[in-house]
Nanobody
Framework: QLQLVESGGGLVQPGGSLRLSCAASGFTLDYYAIGWFRQAPGKEREGVSCISTSGVGTNYADSVKGRFTISRDNAKNTVYLQMNSLKPDDTAVYYC?????????????????????WGQGTQVTVPS
């Protein structure tokens, strides 16, 4: 019953923008930090960004810092990843994941092993 569903992926020209959504069903995200991860063919899955339960704490990979913005709307049980100035290197399957944490923890981590629930992924393609 617990499910995360990513949406918003697609083909975008270099320099373009895209907003990914991660919607939860079957549970509330209030007690979960949320991470966005991506995996390109032949590469390891890497952390992109994460956000704490309240949204006060965020982290970004160096490769996306300044271009991507993570946000959450707990009332909608949804987390977003706004991606601007997209590059071909951003091409990957993007996954959102939920990590059950104490709400007193005002931060988040970008380690795949920490996350409990994973979405199925959405493809983002930025052609060269």
């Amino acid at each position: 019953q617990l499910q995360l569903v990513e949406s918003g992926g697609g083909l975008v020209q270099p320099g373009g923008s895209l907003r990914l959504s991660c919607a939860a069903s079957g549970f509330t995200l209030d007690y979960y930090a949320i991470g966005w991860f991506r995996q390109a063919p032949g590469k390891e899955r890497e952390g992109v960004s994460c956000i704490s339960t309240s949204g006060v704490g965020t982290n970004y990979a160096d490769s996306v810092k300044g271009r991507f913005t993570i946000s959450r709307d707990n009332a909608k049980n949804t987390v977003y990843l706004q991606m601007n100035s997209l590059k071909p290197d951003d091409t990957a399957v993007y996954y959102c994941a939920a990590h059950l944490v104490n709400t007193a923890f005002k931060s988040c981590v970008l380690r795949t092993t920490e996350y409990d629930y994973w979405g199925q992924g959405t493809q983002v393609t930025v052609p060269s």
